[in-house]
C-alpha cells in the first residue's frame, strides 16, 4: 500500500486547512483511514479515523474542530481542519489499515504549522 499525502501548509490560528492522502496498491485488508499527528517532543497521536461503512473516531482535542471524511471509490480520506489553535502544529501522517482503532500502513509526513 502507497499512500500520497498533501494539504499541509502554514496558517494562522482560526484558520482551516484540509489534509487529503490517497491510497494505492492493494486494499484487500483496508478499512480504516485516516490521521495521526506528532508535535516536536510529543508522543504521536490520534487525530480522526473513518471506516468505509462511516464510522468515525476523533482524538479528544480535535472534536467539534475537525472533521474526517472519505471517498471509497477514489480510496482517498480528507481531514478539514477549522478553528486551527497554535497547539495543532504538528507533522500530520495518513494512515490505513483493517480496524478502526488500530494503526497500520504509514504515510509520509505533512506539516501543519499553525501561527497565533
Known amino acids: 500500500v502507497q499512500l500520497q499525502a498533501s494539504g499541509g501548509g502554514s496558517v494562522q490560528a482560526g484558520g482551516s486547512l484540509t489534509l487529503s492522502c490517497a491510497a494505492s496498491?492493494?486494499?484487500?485488508?483496508?478499512?480504516?483511514m485516516g490521521w495521526y499527528r506528532q508535535a516536536p517532543g510529543k508522543e504521536r497521536e490520534l487525530v480522526a479515523r473513518?471506516?468505509?461503512?462511516?464510522?468515525?473516531k476523533y482524538g479528544d482535542s480535535v472534536k467539534g474542530r475537525f472533521t474526517i471524511s472519505r471517498d471509497n471509490a477514489k480510496a482517498t480520506v480528507y481531514l478539514q481542519m477549522n478553528s486551527l489553535k497554535p497547539e495543532d502544529t504538528a507533522v500530520y501522517y495518513c494512515?490505513?489499515?483493517?480496524?478502526?482503532?488500530?494503526?497500520?500502513?504509514w504515510g509520509q509526513g505533512t506539516l501543519v504549522t499553525v501561527s497565533s
Open positions: 496498491g492493494n486494499f484487500f485488508s483496508i478499512n480504516a
Open positions: 473513518i471506516t468505509s461503512d462511516g464510522r468515525t
Open positions: 494512515n490505513v489499515g483493517s480496524d478502526l482503532m488500530i494503526p497500520g500502513y
